[in-house]
């Protein structure tokens, strides 16, 4: 059982930057691979970046929309998942799930690809 934790949002001007951090408990977190998701008012669930092992080795992804301005990272030491989100637009105003797999899906991009999840926590950007 992984339990997450959250922290790091909160309101902030476009074009600023905001790092968002992950605790889980759970002595094996760094065997699951990880990943941020978003959920804006009146929208579905959407994947914004992740990090899991494939046969290649430790691959990170992240969605076209937050390229070059978002970087997952992980910090196993820690049980610490980070998001750091720079550049900030308008559109990125919603709340930040961290979820994590115990299975490395190759569908990394589907929430039901993901076993645990964290409460969230809000972002505003203000324009």
């Known amino acids: 059982q992984v339990q997450l934790v959250e922290s790091g949002g909160g309101l902030v001007q476009a074009g600023g930057s905001l790092r968002l951090s992950c605790a889980a408990s759970?002595?094996?977190?760094?065997?699951?691979?990880v990943a941020w998701f978003r959920q804006a008012p009146g929208k579905e669930r959407e994947f914004v970046a992740a990090?899991?092992?494939?046969?290649?080795?430790?691959?990170?992804y992240y969605a076209d929309s937050v390229k070059g301005r978002f970087t997952i990272s992980r910090d196993n030491a820690k049980n610490t998942v980070y998001l750091q989100m720079n550049s900030l637009k308008s559109e990125d105003t919603a709340v930040y799930y961290c979820?994590?797999?115990?299975?490395?899906?190759?569908?990394?991009?589907?929430?039901?690809?993901?076993?645990?999840w964290g409460q969230g926590t809000q972002v505003t950007v203000s324009s």
């Open positions: 979820a994590a797999d115990r299975g490395h899906s190759a569908s990394y991009y589907y929430t039901t690809s993901y076993d645990y």
């Open positions: 759970g002595s094996t977190f760094s065997s699951y691979a």
């Open positions: 990090n899991r092992w494939s046969w290649t080795g430790s691959s990170t």
